[in-house]
């Protein structure tokens, strides 16, 4: 923790640029989850969308990144009523500077894709917090909870 978070500048689901820079004076919350519309990545989506106002209220934003293209985004978004932003990292090469792509079992097999990943980035873009691994079941709770305790 206290490191510099890795720079990014990824293609939303209008195909604007969204940069890590565009952040700095908040704190930000960026997760990586493996695809749009799977039951997991869903259920965490969903979560971040309910407490939203929470988040809101404590100025940080929330930022979901998945290899999943723009207009795969725009219709999850829409599907789910999903109002914070969703960036394409398609050659997951921000993933793999943030530690969220590499080697993870799945269904008791090995394989190379996104490790699910949240990370709390602090005013001055440094890493704050983070999770690898996560459950998406419950996780964005205690991204909150987290949040509580630095105000």
């Given at each position: ?61 929330v930022v979901g990144v998945s ?85």
């Amino acid at each position: 923790m206290g490191e510099k978070a890795p720079a990014f500048n990824l293609l939303d689901p209008k195909g604007d640029r969204v940069k890590l820079s565009n952040f700095l004076g908040n704190p930000v919350v960026v997760y990586f989850y493996p695809a749009d519309d799977t039951p997991g990545c869903t259920k965490e989506a969903c979560q971040f969308q309910e407490a939203l106002v929470s988040f809101k209220k404590a100025k940080v934003p929330v930022v979901g990144v998945s290899p999943d293209d723009a207009s795969s985004h725009k219709a999850f978004a829409k599907k789910y009523g999903l109002n914070f932003t969703l960036l394409s990292d398609p050659n997951h090469s921000i993933m793999e500077k943030y530690g969220a792509w590499g080697e993870k079992t799945l269904y008791g097999k090995k394989m190379v894709g996104v490790i699910r990943s949240t990370f709390v980035i602090d005013k001055d873009g440094k890493i704050a917090k983070a999770w690898y691994n996560v459950r998406a079941d419950g996780h964005a709770a205690k991204v909150l909870e987290y949040l509580e305790t630095l105000s």
